[in-house]
């Protein structure tokens, strides 16, 4: 029946950022769907998610690292496998934002925003992909945005890791499509959480961007659980290298 290709019971997902914002939502949506979650951050700030998932019977298993640090990445996926006995799928989520004038951007922190949001991207696929291949199957979703397909304002290394993303879940799924595993990406429009919340109470960049999302209001972490999902469960198995927007309506205006 169709809705039994939704569910997650068994699998095992790693949440890159899921202690708070979209990822904590996604992991919770996936918890819900039935598998257990192994979530990243810098922090060890684990205890509301780990109450979620845990009350719902399912397991939950605690990694800290800063992916911007390529030492800090070697070897996540096997502690997920050590940890939980397997990867089914991979949620590269983690990532925060700089806003500053291209020709004052500080080359540091464009190298470290790009490390976080797409080198680590690619790190943890590969990393996952031998596991993966050798079972013939896996979910790889990454997170893009709506600036995937735009330039933003003063966020040029935010725009280039969000395009870039796209690209590598195209590229990914080019090669890993016929072997099993399913490459997609989730790209949001403006939703609440921390990083946003700048934006959101804005004096005037915040009544800017509601005035020109046609659904005429910001979206709730919560509502990319749908998605999440389907991305992750069998009802897509044949996805490969879509770019979805779920942005009440940002990119079609
Ligand atoms: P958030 O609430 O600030 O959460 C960011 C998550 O990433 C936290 O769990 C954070 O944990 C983790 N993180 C950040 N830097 C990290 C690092 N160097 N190493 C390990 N973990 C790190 O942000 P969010 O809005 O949920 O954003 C999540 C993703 O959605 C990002 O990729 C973002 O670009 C994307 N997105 C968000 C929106 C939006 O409107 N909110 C729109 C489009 C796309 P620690 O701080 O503990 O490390």
Redesign the pocket.
Known sequence: MILDLFQLTGRVALV?????????AIAVGMAQAGADIA?????A?DAEIRGQVEALGRRFLSLQ????KPA?RVGLVDKVIAGLGKVDILVN?????GRFAPEEYPLPEWR?LL???LL?AFDLSQQAAPHMLTRGRGKIIN?????SYEGGLNISA?AAA?HGIAGLTKSLAVSWSSRGINVNCI??????????NSLKYHPVRGPQILDRIPAGR??M?EELQGLAVFLASDASNYMHGSVVAIDGGWLAR
């Open positions: 890159t950022g899921g202690n708070r914002g979209l990822g904590q979530c990243v951050s810098r922090s700030d690292a800063d992916l911007a800090d989520n983690a990532g925060s934002g470290d490390e976080v949001h680590s997170i893009g945005s709506v600036m935010y969000k790209a949001p429009g403006y939703f609440e959480t921390n990083m946003s910001w979206g972490p």
